[in-house]
């Protein structure tokens, strides 16, 4: 997949398919609770009142982690620790 990753997404691609993607999350009852923000400060609560860690990092990285695209290597999670285990993504 390389030249077509998540860095080249375009900026309106990525903030639609965001808000699609942690909707259908909250939807999914396997989804873990947690919040996730973008380094503009975007917040989406995922699943629950706002308990589960915070995954922070580029929108364009957050949707490839959350869409199974990439590891997320480049995402923070507060408190420190591994990123949440997702649902498996079915398109």
Same mark, same amino acid.
């Given at each position: 997949?390389?030249?077509?990753?998540? #860095?080249?997404?375009? #900026?309106?691609? +990525?903030?639609? =398919?965001? =808000?699609?993607?942690? #909707? !259908?999350?909250?939807? $999914?009852?396997?989804?873990?609770p947690m919040t996730v923000c973008? $380094? =503009? $400060?975007? +917040? %989406? !609560? +995922? &699943?629950?009142?706002?308990?589960?860690?915070?995954?922070?990092?580029p929108a364009a990285e957050l %949707?490839?982690?959350?869409?199974? !695209? &990439?590891?997320?290597?480049?995402?923070?999670?507060?408190?420190?620790? #591994? %990123?949440? +285990? %997702?649902?498996v993504w079915r398109s």
């Amino acid at each position: 997949m390389r030249g077509h990753g998540p #860095a080249r997404w375009p #900026a309106w691609f +990525v903030a639609r =398919e965001l =808000e699609t993607t942690t #909707a !259908r999350l909250r939807a $999914d009852p396997k989804a873990p609770p947690m919040t996730v923000c973008t $380094d =503009e $400060d975007q +917040v %989406l !609560r +995922v &699943v629950g009142d706002g308990q589960g860690p915070r995954v922070t990092g580029p929108a364009a990285e957050l %949707l490839g982690w959350l869409t199974g !695209r &990439v590891a997320g290597h480049t995402l923070t999670v507060d408190p420190q620790g #591994a %990123l949440p +285990v %997702l649902p498996v993504w079915r398109s």
